[in-house]
């Protein structure tokens, strides 16, 4: 069974500092895909980047990337020059073999950004 | 935006009593999923639909029934809710290896 692991369920930030939060993984699937979301206190989900196993590359979308460590199955996300809008709840989740939509989740980081 | 509503948005119903939470998409995706979010936690898989009448059990599908006789519609019920069910539920599709939430319904049994 996938897992999806994140050890810190709150973290604070100053404004404009780089900030990483960790995600560990299981699964026994050689083709996966690790995902990050931002949910503020609005409560929608808002889809940040995407990590396939075999890319090669970190994913990087604008100020967010993603540390793909596959050996220590590992994807954290590290968000540069902090803004106080990323003050919000982050989850890190996994897709199931080719369905994004059948994925694991883990319980979320809440990331405060200090000003 | 992927063209998702959900509704109601809200709804506080008693424990006992059957409730259906309509999912609506007009981009004529064919894969629809519900989960739903318990306080402090991830997101779980209720059910899932792979287009018109063609569903499947999620991880934490007991309680829950699903239908789906549109491609633009996917319905969640309730049963006969609990308080066990009290959550915020989220419907979700799929495109290519990212999936796209509704902005969630507030759901309160009591």
């Known amino acids: 069974a996938q897992k999806i692991t994140q050890t810190q369920p709150g973290m604070f930030v100053q404004e404009k500092e780089a900030v990483t939060l960790d995600c560990t993984y299981d699964?026994?699937?050689?083709?996966?895909?690790l995902f990050w979301y931002k949910q503020p206190s609005s409560g929608e989900m808002i889809f940040l980047i995407y990590q396939g196993s075999y890319d090669e590359q970190n994913a990087t979308e604008g100020r967010y990337s993603l540390n793909f460590q596959k050996a220590r199955k590992s994807a954290n996300l590290v968000i540069s020059a902090s803004q106080l809008g990323d003050s919000a709840m982050y989850f890190c989740?996994?897709?199931?073999?080719?369905?994004?939509?059948?994925?694991?989740f883990g319980d979320g980081t809440t990331l405060t950004v200090k000003p | 935006d992927a063209g998702i509503t959900q509704s109601p948005r809200h709804k506080v119903t008693e424990t006992g009593t059957p409730v259906t939470l309509r999912c609506h998409q007009t981009e004529n995706h064919r894969y629809m999923y519900w989960y739903r979010q318990d306080p402090g936690h991830g997101l779980r898989l209720i059910h899932y639909s792979y287009g018109v009448k063609d569903t499947d059990k999620g991880e934490v599908s007991d309680g829950y029934s699903v239908s789906r006789s549109k491609t633009e519609d996917f319905l969640l019920t309730l049963e006969s809710a609990t308080s066990s069910q009290t959550s915020v539920y989220f419907c979700?599709?799929?495109?290519?290896?990212?999936?796209?939430f509704g902005e969630g319904s507030w759901l309160t049994v009591v």
């Open positions: 989740a996994m897709r199931e073999g080719r369905d994004a939509g059948k994925s694991t």
């Open positions: 699964t026994s699937d050689q083709s996966y895909g």
């Open positions: 979700a599709i799929s495109e290519g290896d990212t999936i796209y």
